[in-house]
């Protein structure tokens, strides 16, 4: 019902920025929630910073002040903005959607993108 695709994956060395993109085949204002998580080998998945139909944000502490998740409604996007990038942000990023509106919660996922961050 939702379809995602995600796009800005790459290699960047320490310190740099990356900025993803996550857009979407329907209004981004009729989804409750959208975000990006990510997941390295080896470890479980982990909510990196998600933003509510509403506009409100929340980001984790690990990315506090370097990632900020931001959206264009008019273009069904949704943006993570990372700057200054550690070696530990290593990992797939995926961006999730969670559709409440009709029946149970139901969440979609893109195919996800690499970001790899070394020297």
């Known amino acids: 019902q939702v379809q995602l695709v995600e796009s800005g994956g790459g290699l960047v060395q320490p310190g740099g920025s990356l900025k993803l993109s996550c857009t979407a085949s329907?209004?981004?204002?009729?989804?409750?929630?959208m975000g990006w998580y990510r997941q390295a080998p080896g470890k479980q998945r982990e909510l990196v910073a998600r933003i509510t139909a509403g506009g409100a944000t929340n980001h984790a502490d690990s990315v506090k002040g370097r990632f900020t998740i931001y959206r264009d409604n008019a273009k069904n996007t949704v943006y993570l903005q990372m700057n200054n990038l550690k070696p530990d942000d290593t990992a797939v990023y995926s961006c999730?959607?969670?559709?409440?509106?009709?029946?149970?919660?139901?969440?979609?996922w893109g195919q996800g993108t690499q970001v790899t961050v070394s020297s």
């Open positions: 999730n959607a969670l559709v409440l509106q009709v029946g149970p919660a139901a969440n979609y």
């Open positions: 329907r209004s981004i204002l009729s989804i409750n929630a």
